[in-house]
């Protein structure tokens, strides 16, 4: 398996250094562990912490000379890459904003084709839209310029994205897949139930958040767990055979695409039962409203206008109407007792 593990972004000197002494006590001789940090950050707003920028790259390749693993940082522009390999950074990722970006992408791909020295793999996330289609097209494009590819799924927002990864682990079998459970979940509590999915699935390994003091951490403090966290959650997934969501696996198993498809399913769930939380929420306060302003809370004609709309869409998406009317009936029910 291949670990990518380390802090959302390097901070400190001490920082990247306690992280990496912490990882390094614990880690076993059985896999690849490289080490991670960013160092320009791709942040929503520009009053927020935006990394140290290149004067973090030494303190990367000082967790080399002294810890022995492997680095990888972010690279987002021609000149980020330019700067990493002249540090000597191993490996490179391509975060999930710029994987957007086509030109971005092939600008970056441009260079690495331009420099003689080449990093060990490049690494590209998906794009934060589930877009299938345009992953696939950054692997090809990083592939023309040479160098030797992993596939990061890191989901969308915070949720994952099973049938965008499917279909690319379908496509390209031949490209490492690594799941970063970290962004994918956006919480350190959901981290280790999430990466099991690595062994259910059968990927590759995985990229995680790894903080030696996550409450105090500049970005991304809620999803990355301590050294010892770690630890425990990367025993579980090599001393575990694989019992969780149905079969009975060990790891580095095939899976089959019935367990790609209850991954997708139990992804789409989590949807509807969250939008039908919020639905209800809605309902709340119309019943508020309802109330302040003396209206009944049963309005017929507005669920009989709700049914005819449903029944419309569903004849046409082959649904029966006793199923729409069922669950129509169920929500409105419940919605109801909400007001
Ligand atoms: C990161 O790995 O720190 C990062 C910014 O990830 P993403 O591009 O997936 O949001
Ligand atoms: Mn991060």
């Given at each position: 398996?291949?670990?990518?593990?380390g802090p959302?972004?390097a901070?400190t000197y001490d920082q990247v250094m306690?992280t990496a002494r912490?990882?390094s006590?614990?880690?076993?001789?059985?896999?690849?562990?490289i080490y991670r940090a960013g160092v320009w950050?791709?942040?929503?707003?520009?009053?927020?912490?935006?990394?140290v920028g290149a004067e973090a790259l030494q303190w990367l390749t000082e967790v080399k000379r002294i810890y022995g693993m492997p680095v990888a940082t972010e690279v987002?522009?021609?000149?980020h890459v330019r700067l990493a390999l002249e540090a000597g950074i191993d490996y490179l990722?391509?975060?999930?904003?710029?994987?957007?970006?086509?030109?971005?992408?092939?600008?970056?791909?441009?260079?690495?084709?331009?420099?003689?020295q080449?990093p060990k793999?490049?690494?590209?996330?998906?794009?934060?839209?589930?877009?299938?289609?345009?992953?696939?097209?950054?692997?090809?494009?990083?592939?023309?310029?040479?160098?030797?590819?992993?596939?990061?799924?890191?989901?969308?927002?915070?949720?994952?994205?099973?049938?965008?990864?499917?279909?690319?682990?379908?496509?390209?079998?031949?490209?490492?897949?690594?799941?970063?459970?970290?962004?994918?979940?956006?919480?350190?509590?959901?981290?280790?139930?999430?990466?099991?999915?690595?062994?259910?699935?059968?990927?590759?390994?995985?990229?995680?958040?790894?903080?030696?003091?996550?409450?105090?951490?500049?970005?991304?403090?809620?999803?990355?767990?301590?050294?010892?966290?770690?630890?425990?959650?990367?025993?579980?997934?090599?001393?575990?055979?694989?019992?969780?969501?149905?079969?009975?696996?060990?790891?580095?198993?095939?899976?089959?695409?019935?367990?790609?498809?209850?991954?997708?399913?139990?992804?789409?769930?989590?949807?509807?039962?969250?939008?039908?939380?919020?639905?209800?929420?809605?309902?709340?306060?119309?019943?508020?409203?309802?109330?302040?302003?003396?209206?009944?809370?049963?309005?017929?004609?507005?669920?009989?206008?709700?049914?005819?709309?449903?029944?419309?869409?569903?004849?046409?998406?082959?649904?029966?109407?006793?199923?729409?009317?069922?669950?129509?009936?169920?929500?409105?029910?419940?919605?109801?007792?909400?007001?």
């Amino acid at each position: 398996m291949i670990y990518f593990l380390g802090p959302c972004a390097a901070e400190t000197y001490d920082q990247v250094m306690t992280t990496a002494r912490l990882l390094s006590e614990q880690l076993d001789g059985d896999h690849l562990y490289i080490y991670r940090a960013g160092v320009w950050k791709p942040r929503t707003s520009p009053d927020t912490f935006q990394g140290v920028g290149a004067e973090a790259l030494q303190w990367l390749t000082e967790v080399k000379r002294i810890y022995g693993m492997p680095v990888a940082t972010e690279v987002a522009t021609p000149e980020h890459v330019r700067l990493a390999l002249e540090a000597g950074i191993d490996y490179l990722w391509i975060g999930a904003r710029t994987s957007a970006n086509p030109i971005a992408v092939q600008a970056i791909a441009d260079e690495l084709k331009a420099k003689g020295q080449q990093p060990k793999a490049v690494l590209i996330k998906n794009p934060v839209n589930e877009d299938a289609a345009l992953w696939l097209g950054n692997i090809a494009r990083l592939e023309q310029a040479g160098v030797a590819v992993m596939a990061v799924h890191r989901g969308c927002g915070h949720r994952p994205c099973w049938g965008m990864a499917h279909r690319v682990r379908t496509e390209r079998p031949d490209i490492p897949m690594l799941l970063d459970p970290s962004h994918l979940t956006g919480d350190a509590a959901l981290v280790p139930d999430m990466l099991l999915r690595v062994a259910e699935l059968g990927l590759d390994g995985a990229m995680i958040e790894v903080h030696c003091s996550p409450e105090t951490a500049l970005s991304d403090a809620r999803q990355q767990i301590t050294p010892a966290a770690l630890h425990a959650t990367l025993y579980t997934l090599h001393h575990t055979p694989y019992t969780l969501h149905h079969t009975p696996n060990t790891i580095h198993h095939t899976p089959t695409p019935l367990t790609w498809y209850r991954a997708e399913i139990d992804e789409l769930d989590d949807q509807l039962w969250d939008i039908l939380l919020r639905r209800l929420e809605v309902c709340e306060r119309i019943g508020e409203w309802k109330r302040a302003n003396a209206v009944a809370p049963f309005q017929p004609e507005r669920f009989e206008q709700l049914v005819r709309d449903r029944l419309k869409w569903g004849s046409a998406n082959g649904i029966s109407s006793e199923t729409i009317r069922t669950i129509l009936s169920a929500i409105h029910e419940e919605s109801l007792r909400r007001q």
